[in-house]
């Protein structure tokens, strides 16, 4: 174990938080997905909850 000194600590997060409409925008999905992602979680979540429970349509090919 080693002590170190609070300034020398890195504030930096461990996880990323993602806004749940900056998300949506990036992810292309629909207003009905991104208010159910809203009431989910909040205005922040990261982005692990955020993709495993986002809802897509799936894109066919013909």
């Known amino acids: 174990m080693e002590r170190i000194q ?7 997060a461990a996880t990323k938080m993602w806004s749940v409409p900056e998300f949506c925008r990036r ?5 009905d997905e991104k208010r159910r992602l809203t009431r989910l ?7 692990r909850e955020l993709l495993h429970n ?3 349509a799936p894109k066919w090919r013909y």
């Open 27 to 31: 992810q292309n999905l629909c207003e």
């Open 54 to 56: 986002a809802k897509r």
């Open 6 to 12: 609070p300034q020398a600590a890195v504030a930096e």
């Open 41 to 47: 979680f909040g205005r922040f979540a990261t982005a």
